[in-house]
Nanobody
């Protein structure tokens, strides 16, 4: 099982960035997929989930209206489109796969997003 997150980097405030998470080694379409972030010295924050079936989604209040989660079953890839980025979005972003929301079975390595001018 592998979840390979990418797309992080340095972004200016109010900028945009798209994260990707390439999945392999398991049936991508059979799992709920999540993005979780962790800022330095902070607890992990579950920011978004997309369901395996109907594609319904969850967003934490901190990102609602600014971030969009999506998945491409043909490419076995999870995405997170991040708009209107703020300094408080600076964190390591992880993707995860699970048989339920907020209960991951697999974790990917993180990708660092730094929002700074």
């Amino acid at each position: 099982v592998q979840l390979q997150a990418s797309g992080g980097g340095l972004v200016q405030p109010r900028g945009s960035r798209r994260l990707s998470c390439a999945a392999s080694g398991f049936t991508f379409g059979s799992y709920d997929m999540s993005w979780v972030r962790q800022a330095p010295g902070m607890r992990p924050e579950w920011i978004s989930v997309i369901a395996r079936g109907d594609g319904s989604s969850y967003y934490a209040d901190s990102v609602k209206g600014r971030f969009t989660i999506s998945r491409d079953h043909a490419k076995n890839t999870l995405y997170l489109q991040m708009n209107s980025l703020k300094s408080e979005d600076t964190a390591v972003y992880f993707c995860a796969a699970g048989n339920g929301w907020f209960t991951p079975d697999f974790w990917g390595q993180g990708t660092q997003v730094t929002v700074s001018s």
